[in-house]
DNA sequence: TCATTTTGTGCAGACGTTGTACAAATACAT
DNA sequence: ATGTATTTGTACAACGTCTGCACAAAATGA
């Protein structure tokens, strides 16, 4: 049983995509694929027949399916409720029939491919090592192989690839400007994507979504990780070199006019610190990035190997007691702080979510971020805005999918 | 007759705000209050018979008014139509009858108080004089005598007040937490002003909607002035003391968690420069506001008395060629661009609107503030962004009308 | 005067949503 | 066991919005 989507999950005739069936598929996503009726009648607040209505629509068309009698736990529990009085909410899930998407997320050392359904739950992964430096059409091709495997084999429709690159993407054609450290200019990567497709005749055609990798993993986290109850989310993440940024407005991604929004590696962090390659002094790129840390401990001598990891070790050093190490995780982790006032006096988040090594300074050296963020940012005076390290473990591969199903969620 | 907003604007029976009435209602208003049958058609691209069962509803309810027969000139030329062929189209405007609201715009040396319709004409203006550092309670009492005069005085249903303040507003309780050099601490402006109206009981339990000038000047330049075109608009401003900002993303003005955002005074333009009061240098603020001009200029001597005016003054001689303000205002254009850039990595807007001192700085020196946005940027590589003066002469005012328009048209 | 073009209207039908009343399924007290 | 309270799912009728089609209306141009 295929699903059937030739007709939109309509909504009044013409374009309406705030109708019920779609708003509850969405509940059932952003619950992680299973949940009560009871649960999704509550998300909705609608009556209980329209959640009826809806549901019947999304079960006729393979989308999620019913167990109208939960399984009973060996103490007589039950799975779904929460053992309350009155009868108990029937069970909705994803349909093992229902659609999944791929999700592709490049990084400079590692290839992931991944196979996701309704939910966010991760079906399948597949990871390569990738070379420094690597060949643009050897990468695509490669991506491409996985792609055609994991969908292949999945044998359920797949409605959509999604991309994460280390770039900023143009929203309009899916063109990445400049694949940070790849050593690329700029490559039209929806196309080129879309054009490995082309030979499997069950992919050909698909729609190919492509965005960089921050502002995917802050999606991710908002969906399914640390953000979840936030609205107006700011994420910000380091791996490698530099660093990425993202924002949730009104639970929305904010991706900017063209798509190259949130490009926060140059936030002023200390005034007067390094000099950066934007023309400018102490960007947050060049005082809190795995370089940056290395290089306050005294350990940047290899340059470009391994630095997230070599930076991860300082943090470790640090956390067991070594002076230097501690110094410099302390160092840094005020400059973040810094650079997150100046973006929180533009943004105005509800919440702060931190990702890769950040995530990690602020396990190991929170204090001199919150207050580095409570000193210099005006509106901290007035609302504390919550700092928590980021929960998911591959964000922006869940992002990467999570911008494949929007077709079916919006 | 007046209008029938008891039964919402309706959609389908539940939640729906986004159905063709409302959305007929925004098209005409955004269309200035005057559009043919034709045009509203175009603009929400429906059949001919959706806007006529649409039309009909709002005609009904008195918002609206068609002319089946639209005035002949003397030519014999069609008012409405663009003169081809075909049946004229029917005339659409707002109706003599339909609801107002009051706008009140609070300035640091003036208070207007004014009657807006749909389509944002401006009815009426009521303009006093406001002394340094006021008194919060008398300045209420003026704030709600206008506006129980105004409303009283145009005989027509008033639905909202709008209330323009130089401070962040909390977004909740609409609490202006530092009115900009008012000399007040932060007052609770929604209650204070609904207090005002408890007075006249036909304003009794009004909603009031307050908000932060630059913010819903940012709001006006979208709806009706110099960003009506772009859909991710930056707005940057500076009147008197301070800059302020506003940023319209994917068409809706962005508030941020709290209503706080956009707070792009201490966004770095000058890094090294002048110390500013919030520990950091060469903020926008302490770069390229009025007193920055005058400073430059050499000519700061009495601190803070008209400093736009005098500011303006330096401009004026700038472009005359006097050479000691020309090289003031090349300076601080250049500081704008630098300061712009920052704010373009990270919000990739399609347009950038200035208003205030700043619009006329463009107009003076325009080519140091777009060198410098595009030697900063990163964004610039690939897109040009187009920086263009504020088209309102009172936006911050027209911003506080469609803030109370708001409920009509959401 | 007639064809062409563009625009408004009437009408029937479809569809999503809701509210109400009723049935089903549990926990808890007796 | 039995009944009551509580919570949840379903059937059904009604409503209101939107659409598409066919037709009428009002202009231009040959």
Request: hydrophobic share 45%; glycine share 10%.
């Amino acid at each position: 049983m295929t699903p059937d989507l030739s007709t939109p999950i309509s909504g009044t005739p013409g374009n309406d995509s705030a109708n019920n069936a779609t708003r509850l598929l969405t509940a059932l996503h952003r619950r992680g694929g299973t949940a009560t009726r009871a649960e999704l009648t509550a998300d909705l607040d609608s009556g209980r027949s329209a959640i009826s209505y809806a549901l019947a629509d999304l079960v006729e068309r393979g989308l999620v399916t019913v167990d109208e009698r939960p399984q009973q736990t060996a103490t007589g529990a039950m799975a779904g409720t929460g053992g309350g009085r009155g009868r108990p909410s029937h069970l909705v899930s994803v349909a093992p029939t229902s659609p999944i998407v791929i999700a592709v997320h490049l990084r400079v050392d590692t290839l992931d491919v991944s196979a996701f359904e309704l939910g966010g739950t991760m079906l399948r992964i597949e990871r390569e090592a990738v070379e420094p430096s690597p060949d643009v059409e050897m990468t695509m091709h490669r991506i491409g192989r996985l792609v055609r495997l994991i969908a292949e084999e999945s044998r359920r429709p797949c409605i959509g690839v999604g991309v994460s690159l280390p770039s900023p993407v143009r929203a309009t054609d899916g063109y990445a400007l400049a694949p940070r450290h790849m050593n690329w200019s700029g490559i039209p990567a929806r196309d080129l994507v879309a054009a490995e497709l082309a030979d499997a005749p069950a992919l050909r055609g698909l729609p190919v979504h492509v965005g960089n990798d921050a502002n995917l993993a802050a999606l991710a986290e908002h969906v399914h990780g640390a953000g979840k109850e936030a609205r107006n989310m700011l994420f910000v993440t380091t791996e490698h070199i530099g660093i990425g940024g993202g924002l949730i407005s009104s639970g929305r991604l904010f991706t900017g006019a063209s798509g190259y929004a949130m490009e926060v590696g140059h936030t002023t962090a200390n005034p007067g610190g390094e000099p950066c390659r934007c023309g400018a002094r102490g960007c947050l790129e060049t005082e809190a990035d795995p370089r940056a840390l290395l290089r306050a401990a005294g350990r940047l001598d290899t340059p470009t190997t391994g630095l997230e990891y070599r930076a991860r070790v300082v943090l470790v050093d640090a956390a067991a007691g070594d002076p230097v190490a501690r110094e410099a995780a302390d160092t840094v982790s005020g400059r973040v702080g810094a650079g997150l006032a100046v973006l929180v006096n533009l943004l105005d988040p509800d919440r702060i979510v931190l990702g890769g090594l950040l995530a990690r300074l602020l396990v190991v050296a929170p204090e001199p971020l919150s207050n580095a963020l409570h000193e210099r940012s005006f509106l901290e005076r007035a609302v504390a805005v919550p700092v928590v390290a980021a929960a998911l473990s591959a964000p922006a591969l869940v992002g990467a999918a999570e911008l494949a199903l929007t077709p079916l969620l919006a």
